[in-house]
């Protein structure tokens, strides 16, 4: 999918110190490098998400499943993470503003600042007005810089009418975000997924039905995964034995913990934090 919208727009990214556009970028994270965890950033920041999976904490400590047509908002000041899927599928558009720009947009109500993350679709149009912003960044003259404002403000508008537009037919994205939530919460703790579908309304195979169409994993496939996502964040902080780790996580013994991390990551918690 992402080869079709990106076809004729170039990877990286432009910088231009003088703008309080700061930067604007398109690129792809193949790997667990690109992952930010309890990250406090000086500048707002936008990331629009092309292809892959993943998920972001926002500053109140939720979590959000974010993949393909997904906006995240990062306001200055603000702690979170992001942590997308290491199987090389993540593409992102991303910019960053200086100074009080970020601010400005959030008091005239352009950003709404409890809505961290937005859900405007895929759309090469979208696409395109990124790598305008990103060629002017590169291109303009300091005296002309100005206009690269106004468009990084109608970009910010339009990704936002575009999530409007989607959620006026798509009642059960919140649905699948909160849902999403719950899964992704006290990871050592036992959760019944029958009852969060109840707790919505729906029956156990119709929820994992809509579950899986949207997200691409089952809710236990889901739970997994933010499992031993968690678990490479424990490794690679060097402060938690494996065997303290696979308990923490919930996890009978330290062996069931390493024969399901390895069928996930491709080598064992030892080797990987050996890498990391």
Known sequence: MVAGLLKGIAWGGAFRSESAVE?????RKPDTRGRYVDRVQKTFAIVYVLDGSGEF???????HAVGAGCLIQLPAGRRHSVVHQADGNWVEAWMTFKGSFGKMLIDLGTIIESQPVLRPGVDRTLVEQFDRIRGQLRDTPARDLPATLAAAHQLIVSL?????RRESVDPQTAMI??????????????????????????????????FRDRIGLSPGEYRIRRRIDEARAMLSQHRMSTKEIAYALGYADPFTFSKQFKRFVGMSPTAFRKRA
């Open 23 to 27: 930067a604007c970028a398109i690129v």
């Open 57 to 63: 904490t926002d500053w109140n400590n939720v979590t």
């Open 160 to 164: 936002y009418a575009a999530d409007r």
């Open 177 to 210: 975000e909160r849902a999403a939530a719950l899964l992704g919460r006290d990871l050592g703790e036992r959760l019944d997924v029958a009852d969060i579908a109840s707790g919505m309304e729906l029956s156990y195979e119709r929820f994992r039905k809509i």
